[in-house]
């Protein structure tokens, strides 16, 4: 192994991770204001999707990326509207979301499939991911507007009762949330790939699921995860061409695995639990009770 | 002038708008999926025609219907007693796919066998395999007090990889030009099919029978008690002395089985083989299955044929619409979101003054 070979493995993974840390530090600011959203997949799609036709169709960066955002906005903010103001279960709610993302993505994009672009040169967005990290991990703990944020997510009807506006600020974490989704998306489809395909963020939504509750609900943390199972991928496909033995999904397998063994780890003791997840985590606010 | 909107809670519980919230989601559907339409430039009556109508013109096309609706109403079936009990399976699909490598395993396994009970032992391990896939998170919830959402839904994407590791190493065809798939199954390990010539297959039976058993317990039996009192407060149900962790395990081991199953008639019918892709997201749509059919057999069984005719429909809409299959996906998301929309009117009233 001589350096260039290790930087350029470094490079890979620093390119390949960053939507991991995009789409996750959004989905932990919307977690720990107590909400569940497993609609990132299909956000990520969507904001991959809107972003590509925008730029195929204006040939302006700016815009695309403004579209985008605005695809996160308007699919985060009914998500929002069905589990804050109409209650509903968030886990199916974010199902619906997922599975609706996936289908709107592929029909808008299918005319705009294989169309070349020129793409953005990612090491800006990288450069941005570690500063939301920076900023998202200051928010919250430095802050006052994080505390309220976080109290809400420990529990929403004492936040109600000290006069936080529960609802309010679940809608701004939730709509922060999809719009980072959306960024992770955008990034794929106009840095990291760049082109669009039907389905062509291959579960990385779910990934980044597993590695907010993989990182405690830290956001240092998560940046770490999301370049351990980022560099794992990676990893595999290396190892697999120098001709190590073992087979590739095991490695594939292994965030998965990793969040399991942490989510035991966490839930088994309550202190720790409650140290780590926040209580109200995917409890309906329902503001009559 | 303004509108205030004001909601209370109802005091009553109201059954009609309990069973009618369903039809008035798949209604708002078609309403706003005529707008989908409308934007493709497509004619929506046309449109809907060739989506909801023309796949099922034809005994092929009806026979097709419920090749997609068994495992649907199968898995839904069996998620129906965790979502009474309040427990959050989300994991079918790979309980599906662990029921799909064990019961599989069994016809690799015998791959000369002609024995018929071949078949019988195949269903069985495509029962085990799912139900052992999903004791686990059972475990890991009453053991170690773990999030089970979060848990089966890792554990599917474990499932997906093992199946993966299988069809590309040990179990690949070494007559199939070195695809990703596993031999085919002996006859003697295929399920039996209704009509020559059509693929609806003897799976239809089960989910018949599993709808009728769970009618039964659910209205019949202790446990069936006992879980929709669990659903309701699991505190009420552990003062009444009922072993709530139990009532976890079990009703984890029937849903498991139940998708397992669904998997295994997967593959032992329509497939024939072992390959990657052999659910179409058939477990996470029987979760959309299961709320549609309000958890209750019957609905279940009525909703899971109009949410086969999606699949059906988008296959049909790209063949002759040229819009991409996912079309039905967004079909499947929108009427979920609308479901779940329209249960706020089941549990509020709502004023407009």
């Known amino acids: 192994m001589n350096i260039e070979l290790i930087i350029g493995i470094l490079n890979i993974v620093l390119i390949s991770t960053t939507p991991l840390v995009f789409a996750g530090i959004g989905e932990l600011v919307t977690e720990k204001s107590g909400v569940l959203n497993l609609g990132l997949e299909g956000l990520m799609l969507v904001g991959a999707v809107t972003g590509f036709i925008t730029l195929v169709l204006t040939g302006n960066y700016f815009y695309s990326l403004f579209f985008s955002i605005i695809s996160g906005v308007i699919l985060s903010g009914i998500f929002a509207f069905l589990v804050l103001n109409l209650m509903t279960n968030q886990i199916a709610t974010g199902l619906a979301l997922t599975i609706f993302g996936i289908g709107l993505s592929a029909m808008l994009g299918k005319k705009f499939a294989g169309t070349p672009i020129d793409g953005l040169n990612p090491y800006y967005f990288i450069v941005i991911s570690f500063l939301l990290v920076f900023l998202v991990g200051y928010f919250l703990s430095k802050t006052k507007s994080g505390l309220i944020v976080r109290a809400v997510g420990e529990n929403h009807n004492s936040a109600y009762a000290l006069g936080y506006n529960v609802i309010k600020i679940r809608y701004l974490t939730i709509i922060f949330g999809g719009v980072m989704s959306s960024l992770a998306g955008y990034y794929i489809s106009i840095c990291y790939a760049p082109m669009w395909q039907e389905g062509m963020t291959a579960g990385r939504g779910w990934i980044a699921l597993a590695l907010v509750v993989f990182a405690t609900w830290k956001p240092w943390r998560l940046l770490v995860g999301a370049y351990i199972f980022g560099g794992v991928a990676i990893m595999q496909m290396n190892l697999q061409a120098i001709g190590v033995k073992l087979p590739g999904q095991f490695f594939n397998m292994m965030p998965y695995i990793a969040t399991l063994i942490v989510l035991v780890f966490i839930s088994s003791n309550k202190v720790r639990l409650k140290l780590s997840a926040p209580s109200c985590l995917n409890i309906p606010y329902e503001k009559n009770s | ?353």
């Open chain 2, 1 to 353: 002038m303004v509108f205030l909107i004001r909601v209370q809670l109802r005091e009553d519980y109201s059954n009609l708008i309990f069973y009618l919230s369903p039809l008035v989601a798949v209604a708002l559907t078609l309403f706003f999926g005529s707008f989908i339409f409308l934007i493709l430039d497509l004619s929506p009556i046309e449109s809907f025609k060739i989506f909801f109508m023309s796949p099922i013109s034809n005994s092929y096309g009806i026979s097709e219907l419920f090749v997609k609706a068994t495992p649907l109403a199968i898995i839904a079936l069996g998620l129906s007693y965790c979502f009474k009990n309040n427990i959050y399976n989300i994991g079918a699909e790979g309980q599906l796919t662990m029921g799909a490598i064990f019961g599989g395993g069994i016809g690799l396994l015998f791959n000369d066998s002609t024995s018929v009970f071949l078949l019988p032992l195949m269903i069985l391990f495509g029962a085990i395999g799912g139900a052992f896939w999903a004791t686990i998170p059972a475990i890991l919830k009453t053991k170690f007090n773990t999030n089970e959402i979060l848990t089966s839904l890792m554990l599917t994407y474990v499932a997906l990889f093992i199946l993966d590791y299988f069809v590309v190493g040990p179990w690949k065809d070494p007559a199939g030009y070195g695809l990703p798939k596993s031999m085919p199954f002996p006859d003697a390990g295929r399920l039996p099919v209704l009509f020559d010539g059509l693929r609806v297959h003897i799976g239809v039976y089960f989910a018949i029978i599993i709808c009728f058993i769970t009618y039964i317990v659910y209205n019949k039996t202790l446990f069936g008690f006992k879980l929709k009192v669990s659903g309701l407060s699991s505190k009420a149900s552990q003062y009444a002395g009922f072993k709530y962790k139990n009532l976890i395990f079990y009703t984890f081991i029937i849903s498991g089985a139940c998708a397992g199953l669904a998997g295994l008639f997967e593959v032992s019918g329509p497939i024939g083989l072992l390959y990657r892709d052999i659910s179409p997201n058939y477990g996470f749509t029987a979760i959309i299955v299961a709320f549609l059919g309000r958890l209750n057999p019957f609905g279940i069984i009525l909703s899971s044929l109009l949410i086969a005719l999606t699949y059906l429909g988008a296959e049909d809409a790209q063949l002759f619409l040229k819009i991409p299959s996912a079309v039905g996906f967004v079909f499947q998301g929108l009427v979920l979101f609308f479901l779940l929309g329209t249960d706020f009117l089941n549990k509020y009233r709502v004023f407009i003054k």
